[in-house]
C-alpha cells in the first residue's frame, strides 16, 4: 500500500479505467498453468474489486482465493441487516480453488 491519499489507502496499482490508483481491499491468489499466467490474473481480479472479480472468476471457472479488508465494503463483508462490519478479514474461495485445494475448506 502506499501513503493515504485523501484519507484512503491507496495500492500501487492503476485501474486503467480510471487511471487512479486502486484503493487497498485485500489480496488475491490464483492458481494457473504458469506464475506469469497467475500474476497477471491476480493482479486483474485485484483491480476488478472484490464482487466483479468474485463473479469473473465463477463464470470462467478461475481457481482464486480472495481476503478482503472489512472496510472494503464487498457485499459479503456484514450479515444483512448489521450496523458494523466484522474486524477481521473476510476469506472466499471459488470452486476451481477448493477443488484444487480441497484442506482450505
Known sequence: AVPEARGARRSHLVDPRTCSSVPVHGAVQVHATSAVEADALSTALYVLGPDAAWDLCLEQGIAARFETEPE?????????????????????CTPAWTRRFPSER
Open 72 to 92: 472494503a465494503g464487498h457485499q459479503g463483508d456484514a450479515a444483512p441487516g448489521a450496523t458494523h462490519r466484522p474486524l477481521t478479514p473476510t476469506e472466499r
